[in-house]
């Protein structure tokens, strides 16, 4: 069965900095993954995905992470953080393109500091 | 704008008392899927329709029922709710394989 380990609960990042979240998954076969942001009391917004191709993957409000297989990783990485990306971040694995269902790592927490 | 839509954003039931949760897309896709998340933790697949096929996740208590009329709109029926069900249910679709979930804003369920 696949999973995902994000390493890192919280982090802590001054605004204008640069952010990479970790994850690390466990999947038998060519995961498809995503990365999904979570405000409070709202739904999951997709920042972004990868299928296959091209490694480095480029998402929405400036973010981008790359996909390592030797590593079973999918860190997302943004160059300058900005005070409105306070949220929390999951990412995900999904079987079947995702069709069967995400399984989710269990989210860090980023928290922006002035 | 095409999205997916949950209703009500808030719902409070009596502990035992069935519920109905709801969501609707105007997307077309032809995946929904329902997600249970507590606070403080990653959502967990509780069941999705590919087209009308239902499938259910292993763990997913029987407590909880799942119906899709159409395409447009799939439900959430739990039959006597625990205090232990309280969580906020979040709703997604899928166009098909190989592409993202779309999800909506959530229910967050009390139960009293």
């Known amino acids: 069965a696949q999973s995902v380990t994000q390493p890192d609960i919280h982090i802590t990042v001054s605004e204008g900095a640069s952010l990479e979240l970790r994850c690390n998954y466990s999947?038998?076969?060519?995961?498809?993954l995503f990365w999904y942001v979570q405000s409070p009391g709202q739904g999951l917004q997709l920042l972004l995905k990868?299928?296959?191709?091209?490694?480095l993957v480029q998402g929405i409000k400036g973010f981008e992470a790359e996909f390592k297989r030797s590593q079973s990783s999918f860190n997302l990485r943004k160059p300058s953080v900005h005070w409105s990306d306070a949220a929390e971040y999951f990412c995900a694995v999904g079987a079947g393109g995702g069709a069967d269902g995400l399984t989710f790592g269990k989210g860090t927490h980023l928290i922006i500091q002035p | 704008d095409a999205m997916v839509i949950q209703n009500p954003r808030y719902q409070v039931t009596q502990f035992g008392k069935p519920v109905t949760l709801s969501c609707s897309q105007t997307l077309n896709h032809n995946v929904m899927y329902w997600y249970q998340q507590k606070s403080s933790q990653a959502p967990k697949l509780l069941f999705h329709y590919y087209d009308k096929d239902f499938n259910n996740e292993a763990d997913t208590p029987d407590n909880f029922q799942s119906r899709r009329p159409n395409t447009s709109f799939c439900f959430l029926d739990i039959r006597s709710p625990g205090l232990g069900d309280a969580a906020m249910y979040l709703c997604a679709t899928s166009a098909a394989r190989n592409q993202p979930q779309h999800f909506g804003d959530g229910t967050r369920l009390s139960i009293l």
């Open positions: 990868y299928f296959s191709g091209d490694t």
């Open positions: 999947y038998g076969a060519t995961p498809y």
